[in-house]
């Protein structure tokens, strides 16, 4: 299957620095827990409302926070239950 255009996004420098600036903004803490981290490879710069290939959306700074990756894979575990659920389709 092909990747979806917005997968490049992330490979872009754009979106490195985008992520960096976010991070500073939070001053390195997970909105979830409040983990302050210095390394920023244990932290994810999440798209609060999912963007699905929205470029608005993707860039908004307002729809970016920092989490760490604790946080970040519980919180997409819990939306793809939630959406599962919704769905009425479990895999
Ligand atoms: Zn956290």
Redesign the pocket.
């Known amino acids: 299957m092909p990747q979806p255009p917005w997968k490049a996004w992330y490979k872009i420098a754009r979106w490195r620095l985008r992520r960096l600036s976010i991070f500073l903004r939070d001053l390195y803490t997970?909105r979830?827990?409040?983990?302050v981290e210095g390394d920023t490879s244990l932290l994810v710069c999440d798209h609060i409302k999912p963007h699905r290939g929205d470029a608005q959306l993707f860039w908004c700074e307002a729809n970016l926070q920092t989490?760490?990756k604790?946080?970040?894979d519980k919180l997409k575990q819990a939306e793809e239950q939630a959406s599962l659920h919704t769905r009425g389709v479990w895999h």
Do not use: F, Q, T, V
């Not at 979830?32 to 983990?35: A, E, F, N, S, T």
């Open positions: 997970c979830k827990c409040g983990l989490l760490c604790d946080c970040h």
